[in-house]
C-alpha cells in the first residue's frame, strides 16, 4: 500500500503564496501521476493539477494555470504544489493522490490512494 502525508496547508491573504508537499511511501511506477485536488463543503470534488512521477508532464486546471506549479521530488517521493497571488476563491481542503492513471489525470476516480487534506484558507 501506498501512504501520502500531506503538510503546508494554512491561512494566507490573497494574494499570497503557499506550497503544499506530499510525500509518498515506497516506490512509485513510473506509469503513475501524481495529483492535487480540492474540495469546498457542498461542492464536487474539482481537479487542480497533476504530474507523471517520471518525465516532466504536468496538467493544470484553468482555473489555476498560471498561479499554481506542480513539481516533485524524486528522491524524496515528494510533489508540491506551489500556489501564487491566491484567490479567496482557492480556499479549499486539498488533497494529493497518487495512481495509475488510464484514462484521465482530471478524474478523481483514477487514482488509487489519498491523502488526507489539507485545509488552505485565504483571506481578503
Known amino acids: 500500500q501506498v501512504q501520502l502525508v500531506e503538510s503546508g496547508g494554512g491561512l494566507v491573504q490573497a494574494g499570497g503564496s503557499l506550497r503544499l508537499s506530499c510525500a509518498a511511501s515506497?516506490?512509485?511506477?513510473?506509469?503513475?501521476?501524481m495529483g492535487w485536488f480540492r474540495q469546498v463543503p457542498g461542492k464536487e470534488r474539482e481537479f487542480v493539477a497533476a504530474?507523471?512521477?517520471?518525465?516532466?508532464?504536468?496538467y493544470y486546471a484553468d482555473s489555476v494555470n498560471g498561479r499554481f506549479t506542480i513539481s516533485r521530488d524524486n528522491a524524496k517521493n515528494t510533489v508540491y504544489l506551489q500556489m501564487n497571488s491566491l484567490k479567496l476563491e482557492d480556499t479549499a481542503a486539498y488533497y494529493c493522490?497518487?495512481?495509475?492513471?488510464?484514462?484521465?489525470?482530471?478524474?478523481?476516480?483514477?487514482?488509487?490512494?489519498w491523502g488526507q487534506g489539507t485545509q488552505v484558507t485565504v483571506s481578503s
Open positions: 504530474i507523471r512521477w517520471y518525465g516532466s508532464r504536468t
Open positions: 515506497g516506490r512509485t511506477f513510473g506509469s503513475w501521476a
Open positions: 493522490a497518487a495512481g495509475a492513471i488510464s484514462r484521465s489525470h482530471y478524474q478523481g476516480n483514477e487514482y488509487d490512494y
